[in-house]
Structure formats: C-alpha cells, structure tokens
C-alpha cells in the first residue's frame, strides 16, 4: 500500500505517469468516470479548507466514488481528546482512501502509520502540501513544457507556508532554478535550503524584494501570509508591502511570466491582474481535480500500472525527540522518533515526520 506524505513518496517516473494519466482524466473523463464506483474518501479536515477539500470530493466524485468526513474538528471526536493515531484506526473500516489536513507537522504520516489504507497528506502544519504541488507543477508543464531551466520566484510567507515548500522542493528536485522572496522574518526555514543542497545541488537566490528580481523570472509563485501562524509582533500589512504583486509590478515581467498562487489571496495578489494572460491561478486550481483525480485513482486501483518504481527510503527508530516544537511528536506522547538517512552531497538525516534536520 502507497501514501503520499510528501513528494518524496513518489519517484519522478510515478510522478511523470500520475501527470499522463491526468491528462487522460482531463480530456476524456468518460472512460474514467465509473473507476471508484463503490469506494470512499473519507476527508478529515482538522484545518480549514475550500479549495483542497472540495477539489478532492469533486474528483471522488467524478469517478463515481463517495466521500464522508469532517471539516470541522469541533464537531469530531478530536475534540474529546482522540489522538490521531486511533482516529486512524477507525477511518480505516469506514473508508477506502483518507485525505487528510492537521495543524501539526508530521501529522499525515502518523495518519499513515496507523491506518490500514492509502493516506493523502492535504496540508501538514507548516510542513507539506504534496497534492499542491503536484497541481503546480502539472500548471507549470502544460503552459512551459518543463521545469527544467526555469527561474522560478517563489514570495511571500516561505517560513510557514507549506505551499511554498513543497513546490520550492519539487521545483528544485526537477531542475527549476529558485529565487526566494521574502520579508524579513519569513525566510524559507533551514530544513528546505538544507533538502535543496544536498539533494539537488546549488542554493537558491534570495531577495528582499519582488521588484528587485521581476525581470528574470518565468514563474512568480505568490503565497499569503499565513496569519494563523503568525508570531503576535509582526504587523501583516507591512510584511505584506514587499512582495505585492499589482499591474504595475507586473510591468517589468516578462511577456510569458506565470502568475502562480496556491490560494486563498489576502491583499498580496491584485485583482486586476486576474485578467492578464499570466495569470495561471484559477488554471491551478482548475488542475488540482485532475491531478487529484489520478492521485485518488493510483492509489486505489491502478498501483501496479503507475506506482512502480517507488523510491528507497531508509528510516530508523531511536534518537533524541524531534526540537521542532511543531512537530507531531511533541503532541502524540506515544510517538516515538524517527529519523530518515539521505545521501546526496554528503549524508543527511531529518525528523521522518516533520523534515527538520537533525544532523
Ligand atoms: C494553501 C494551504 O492551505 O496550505 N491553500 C491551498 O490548499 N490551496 C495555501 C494557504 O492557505 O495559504
């Protein structure tokens, strides 16, 4: 049985064929149409949620699949106590797949671990967001033909935004070149800077502000400031300023720029741009139902025609606990840690549920 945590989960061979077979769904979904009939997707939604939730119960359901679930926690057994570990458990006899979003890093693995059936992770803590990516990524492709040699600036909230983590890290797994933008405070966090050394070689550009580096960008991935995890002294509107993409900024951008943003939009992307031919947002979520489509459908039936070639992952047990006072392992007390070994330059060992490095 497969899961996807992160994008780590997928080799770059399942990923090219979960985007094939996107396409097919796309353009011809009667073939498609009866593939999860009688299944269900059971989507647990402890964070709120428009965009990934529905975009999820709209792909069950146009393979004829059913969804059950929760998007509010309060309303769950969650809020008794439930850890999420038994929560599992029970999902599992009632479901065939479980999306998943949590507030806690590492959350969706613990999911994963406990329940007997394929798990999605929706969006993790500050952590990941792989099903995002995955739709980025298909936007990107079907406008640019590839990733590869793309400068590709990412603004905005990098410190807690998922979003931007898990495309800066697919971007860079597939050879994009990054230019991180960011106000001062919100820096992508160490763990990423630290997966793209290693893994995929190189660091990415920084700047301060958006203006600055405009010009040479193919893609400008713009992400809100994720407010809810905002520290109490940071003032949003000033953070906000620096990275502010109008009509006017969008002056200098290249003619063939992309207008990314994962969404919800909190003042930081213009209404006047949702007219300009580089605008690809509303393509990106427009692509979150195929590309989920074909997650759901792989994972649940066509495993041995997509998933083939899975990626070797070493983890072992044992260690001090995780520092990351995020992770879920700081909130489960039966969890115990977990490290997972890269070797790329060098060998590299992270939290196997939170990405923070340990050494
Ligand atoms: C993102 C999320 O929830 O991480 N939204 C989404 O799924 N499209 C981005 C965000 O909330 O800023």
């Given at each position: 049985m497969r899961h996807l945590i992160t994008l780590d989960d997928l080799s770059n061979f399942e990923i090219s064929q979960i985007f094939r077979l996107a396409d097919q769904m796309r353009t011809n979904l009667a073939t498609w149409s009866g593939f999860c009939q009688g299944k269900l997707l059971a989507t647990l939604f402890y964070e709120p949620s428009t965009r990934t939730r529905l975009s999820f119960e709209s792909a069950m359901e146009r393979l004829n699949g059913r969804t059950l679930g929760f998007a509010?926690?309060?309303?769950?057994?969650v809020a008794k106590g439930e850890t999420i570990a038994d929560t599992a458990r029970m999902v599992t006899n009632y479901a065939d797949v479980i999306v998943v979003r949590h507030s806690f890093a590492g959350s969706a693995r613990v999911m994963a671990r406990y329940a007997n059936i394929p798990v999605i992770n929706g969006g993790d803590g500050s952590h990941a967001h792989p099903t995002q990516a995955l739709a980025d990524m298909y936007t990107v492709i079907a406008r640019k033909g590839e990733v590869k040699g793309l400068t590709v600036g990412i603004c905005g909230d990098l410190r807690y935004g998922r979003a931007a983590h898990s495309f800066a890290l697919a971007i860079a797994r597939f050879g994009g070149k990054l230019v991180h933008i960011a106000p001062e405070g919100f820096q992508m966090p160490k763990w990423v800077l630290t997966k793209i050394r290693y893994l995929y070689g190189g660091a990415p550009a920084v700047s301060l502000h958006l203006a600055d580096v405009i010009r040479e960008l193919d893609v400008i991935y713009v992400n809100r400031l994720q407010e809810e995890r905002l520290p109490a002294d940071v003032d949003p509107e000033t953070a906000r300023s620096s990275y502010l993409v109008n009509a006017d900024v969008m002056r200098n951008a290249k003619s063939d720029a992309m207008i990314m943003h994962p969404l919800p939009r909190v003042n930081e992307l213009s209404y006047e741009l949702d007219e300009d031919p580089r605008a690809a947002y509303f393509e990106q979520s427009a692509n979150a139902i195929p590309t989920r489509m074909a997650l759901i459908a792989s994972l649940t039936g066509l495993e041995e025609l997509i998933l083939t070639q899975p990626p070797g992952r070493e983890i072992t047990g044992g260690g001090e606990p995780c520092a990351n006072p995020d992770c879920v392992t700081a909130f489960e007390n039966y969890l115990q840690p977990e490290i997972e070994t890269r070797e790329g330059e060098g060998s590299m060992t992270s939290c196997a549920y939170c990405g923070v490095i340990v050494s």
């Open positions: 509010d926690p309060h309303a769950a057994s």
